[in-house]
């Protein structure tokens, strides 16, 4: 009994749950799992924490872990901090130093390789109860990298990997997003708007030229009109699930074979 | 109802005219008579289905330049969706049933749309 206890614990924080809508968004827009997520974690950076200039990418990668952190509203303090907590406001002081209003012209690449090196030596000194390994597996064979800016983020707000993660996954959806489209309603969600970006091929280095299946010809062709075959349902939640129910259809028949 | 519009045909749609040897006004009329919500809901994969769409799409894009009583689209649209029995197996006595009710709810927004109108008119009087 206590052993499966305990190996259910270990699998709990270490196992992503990969929601279905992300699945479906993916495979609308012919993305790997892996590398969005990847995308996602290269670009949250320590220093967009402390400088709010917006940095296309950058920015809505940190909100997304702001967001994540507010709405649980745990306000314990890191114990990880703690244990180095000099080095920690030295370098945190050495952030703020780049960010203050006299370097404003530099250019935010700049900005955060100069902030690397203080981000190193939390890294160095911080202690990782969160964060032990570098490496997230999402099954056997693929995984992904975990950068010091991702691990010291979790460590100082106490959180795994995985909960920024799902979080992240979780607010997509593109059933949602049309619905709110079609309709013309103002769609806040910013990680959307950076889900939209990287299938547009921000961040990625693959070249998105696709050869298309018959079955996904038709599924474009429909998914474009759509929005006017479904001109007389008004309601949002209505269009949601009508759209749901067919993005949800394709994600079968694409993965059935 | 009888109408004299003017037009500017385009060079490209007056040179296909022109090709099928086909009158602009025979062609105009054709696609004024195939739009309706009647038939394009009743039956939305009929042949005559693309003037409808060609609407549709008009409204989804330019919508804001015009003045619709939403309440009222949203009230009427709900109704239309609600009185429609179209599925995929729907056979042709089904359709034309379908096309009679939603012929009933079209006329009634008509309706309604009139009256708001008369009343915002007589009450600025």
């Given amino acids: ?257 | 109802m009888q109408t004299t519009i003017t037009l500017n045909l385009s060079e490209d749609f007056s040179a296909l005219c022109c090709i099928y040897q086909i009158k602009p006004d025979v062609f105009l009329q054709t696609l004024a008579d195939q739009i309706s919500f009647p038939s394009y809901y009743s039956n939305p994969m009929g042949n005559d289905r693309w003037a409808t769409f060609c609407f549709l799409n008009f409204v989804q894009e330019e919508e804001p330049k015009y003045q619709v009583d939403r309440v009222l689209e949203e009230r009427f649209l709900h109704e239309l969706d609600a009185v429609n029995d179209y599925n995929i197996y729907a056979s042709p006595t089904e359709m034309e049933k379908s096309k009679i009710k939603i012929t009933e709810v079209m006329n009634k927004w008509l309706k309604e749309v009139l009256s708001n109108r008369s009343s915002y008119i007589i009450k600025n009087l």
Avoid: W
């Fill in chain 1, 1 to 257: 009994m206590y052993i499966i206890k305990y190996s259910m614990k270990t699998v709990n924080h270490q196992h992503i749950a990969i929601p279905l809508e992300f699945n479906v968004a993916c495979t609308i827009y012919k993305l790997s799992v892996v590398e969005v997520l990847q995308v996602f974690i290269n670009h949250v950076k320590l220093y967009n924490l402390i400088d709010k200039t917006y940095d296309e990418g950058f920015s809505e990668a940190i909100h997304a872990i702001i967001f994540y952190v507010r709405a649980k509203e745990q306000r314990c303090r890191s114990k990880a901090i703690n244990k180095c907590e000099d080095t920690f406001n030295n370098c945190f002081h050495q952030l703020y130093t780049i960010a203050e209003p006299k370097n404003s012209e530099l250019l935010m690449v700049k900005k955060r390789e100069y902030a690397e090196h203080a981000i190193a030596t939390i890294f160095e000194a911080i202690e990782r109860p969160y964060t032990s390994s570098d490496k997230i597996y999402l099954d056997e064979y693929s995984y992904l990298k975990l950068s010091p800016d991702f691990c010291i983020l979790c460590e100082i707000y106490n959180c795994y990997p995985k909960e920024y993660l799902e979080y992240f996954m979780g607010s997509i959806s593109l059933a949602d997003a049309h619905a709110h489209k079609g309709l013309k309603l103002r769609y806040n969600n910013f990680v959307f708007d950076f889900f939209k970006k990287i299938a547009t091929g921000f961040g990625r280095d693959s070249p998105s030229v696709h050869e298309l299946s018959e079955e996904e010809l038709d599924f474009y062709d429909l998914m474009a009109e759509l929005p006017l075959k479904l001109y007389h349902i008004r309601g949002v939640e209505e269009r949601f699930l009508l759209l749901q129910k067919v993005y949800h259809l394709h994600y079968k028949t694409m993965n059935k074979h």
